[in-house]
């Protein structure tokens, strides 16, 4: 049975049948904190993964910080894998995908409401000597008729960031990765996958710019709730598709915006002191 999950670590640790010319994995520790690096090497590994060609960042964390002093460190690991990823000037766009009024999915549009726009619209530059930044947030589908990409699409061809960052909410296998993993990728990211949904990807492809995602898993798949609570696996036929999130996911998506809101700002403003950055994203 194929579960669905939008982390590539979990998708690798279920593939016995991987070259190293397929995948190249390393992971670091920092104190309580690993970061995990794959990328993808093949067609034959995008294959097997079902995953697009390309870097896949996983940052782990024991929990999700409580305030923001305790977020500053995860936010300069999350801010240094964006910023290995990030072209070194230009305009950037900030972009929250997601449906605010699903909590579960808000986590894009609440990081982007955290994300400072310093782009001058009349002089194409940034205030104060920040890096010229957009942010914006795509309303969903249902409501506009349009996909997340087509939206986005206009945008870069009316402001041509040198790159999108692109904030989702994502779904995980296993129980133990909701609100845990930060997972970051330069492949972009494919709205609604985790959740069954199809829709047009945001990507080089469809964007016309280099388009890095990231984000939080929020939500698991409950056959593998009850996979992991029991040994058993049961399939569509025994259970009906449906998404499990926590009791407490307000909470955990609140935490997670502002961990993220904190990593995007220090990878975009790296001169800004610490309390700067913690105050851009409260």
Do not use: W
């Not at 305030?67 to 230009?90: M, V």
């Not at 309303?139 to 402001?159: I, N, P, S, W």
């Not at 709730?225 to 058993?232: E, F, H, P, S």
Request: glycine letters at 8%; aromatic letters at 2%; proline letters at 7%.
């Amino acid at each position: 049975m194929r579960y669905r999950t939008d982390l590539a670590t979990e998708t690798v640790a279920v593939r016995g049948d991987l070259t190293a010319e397929d995948l190249r994995k390393t992971e670091e520790k920092h104190g309580k904190y690993r970061v995990t690096r794959v990328q993808i090497c093949t067609e034959r590994g995008e294959r097997l993964l079902g995953k697009p060609q390309g870097r896949y960042v996983t940052v782990t964390l024991p929990s999700l910080p409580s305030d923001t002093a305790d977020s500053l460190f995860p936010a300069r690991l999350i801010a240094a894998e964006l910023t290995a990823l990030l072209p070194p000037e230009g305009t950037v766009l900030v972009a929250g995908l997601g449906n605010p009024s699903l909590t579960a999915d808000s986590l894009g549009p609440l990081t982007a409401a955290r994300v400072v726009a310093t782009r001058d619209p009349n002089l194409e530059t940034a205030v104060a000597g920040l890096r010229p930044t957009a942010v914006t947030v795509p309303d969903v589908c249902g409501k506009t008729g349009m996909d997340a990409a087509e939206q986005l699409r206009g945008l870069c061809d009316r402001l041509r960031p040198v790159a999108v960052i692109a904030v989702d909410a994502l779904a995980a296998v296993s129980i133990d990765h909701l609100g845990k993993t930060v997972q970051i990728t330069d492949v972009g990211l494919a709205p609604g996958s985790g959740a069954g949904e199809r829709r047009c990807a945001v990507n080089h492809r469809t964007l016309g710019v280099p388009v890095i995602g990231i984000g939080v898993p929020t939500v698991v798949d409950a056959r593998c709730l009850i996979a992991d609570l029991t040994g058993l696996e049961l399939s569509e036929h025994h259970l009906p598709t449906m998404n499990v999130t926590p009791q407490d996911i307000d909470l955990r998506v609140r935490r997670a915006a502002r961990l993220l809101a904190l990593g995007i700002h220090a990878a975009l403003y790296p001169d800004l002191p610490p309390d700067r950055v913690c105050a851009l994203a409260e």
